[in-house]
């Protein structure tokens, strides 16, 4: 297993336009989490999933993002109408409930909104 | 909720010197403490966790950190680093209720001297 895996890992994209991001998570891991990061700041929590069910959502999450993961492996992260704020590194990470709470981290998607 | 406060934001140090990174947390119940590494336009990698146990922690690449209750600390240190040390330093703390997602602290960036 390659570990975590995100696509696309730079994306540059016009304001008002929809953005995509994919996340592939450790083969075995039923938990899958999404932060974002803008510079020179720490990651944020947005939301995470156990399985396909998505437990918890941040309030960073307005409803221009949707996050979803359909049979409880890959995961999508949308955002609809990006804004210049919307520019952030987007990590993904994956884990075993109950398993030493260790997340493993993808290497993050990128995002520039102009 | 809890919180982590990383007290210093900028660590220059000479090559072969010690370092000491400092983070405190705040939490009304017992938590789980986390060093991250992070390499420009990299995701985050695990350094060490502590979960229970020996308030001791060793971790990779020669870094350890120490686990203080009564101070709400969690430092990390190395007795000597080297160029490739050269990075910016998350510390993390979780709780098993939470669904073990990650609050960050704002990160120290350290820079190594020759």
């Known amino acids: 297993d390659t570990g975590v895996s995100q696509d696309p890992r730079h994306k540059i994209t016009k304001r008002g336009q929809n953005v995509t991001f994919r996340c592939d998570p450790i083969s075995e891991h039923n938990r899958l989490y999404w932060y974002r990061q803008t510079l020179g700041q720490g990651p944020e929590f947005l939301t995470y999933f156990q399985n396909e069910a998505q437990l918890e959502k941040s309030r960073l999450l307005s409803d221009r993002f949707s996050a979803e993961r359909p049979k409880g492996s890959f995961s999508t992260l949308e955002i609809q109408r990006t804004e210049q704020g919307d520019s952030a590194m987007y990590l993904c990470a994956s884990s075993i409930r109950d398993r030493d709470t260790e997340a493993f981290f993808g290497q993050g998607t990128r995002l520039t909104v102009v | 909720a809890q919180s982590v406060t990383q007290l210093d934001s900028q660590v220059p140090v000479f090559e072969e010197a010690p370092v000491e990174l400092r983070c405190n947390y705040s939490?009304?119940?017992?938590?789980?403490l986390f060093w991250y590494v992070q390499y420009p336009n990299q995701g985050l990698q695990l350094l060490l966790k502590?979960?229970?146990?020996?308030?001791l922690v060793k971790g990779i690449n020669g870094f350890e950190a120490e686990f203080n209750k009564s101070q709400t600390s969690f430092h990390l240190r190395k007795p000597s680093v080297h160029i490739s040390d050269t990075a910016e330093y998350f510390c993390?703390?979780?709780?098993?209720?939470?669904?073990?997602?990650?609050?960050f602290g704002g990160g120290t960036r350290v820079l190594v001297k020759p």
């Open positions: 939490s009304s119940v017992s938590v789980y």
């Open positions: 502590y979960l229970s146990g020996s308030t």
């Open positions: 993390a703390v979780t709780y098993k209720a939470a669904g073990n997602k990650l609050t």
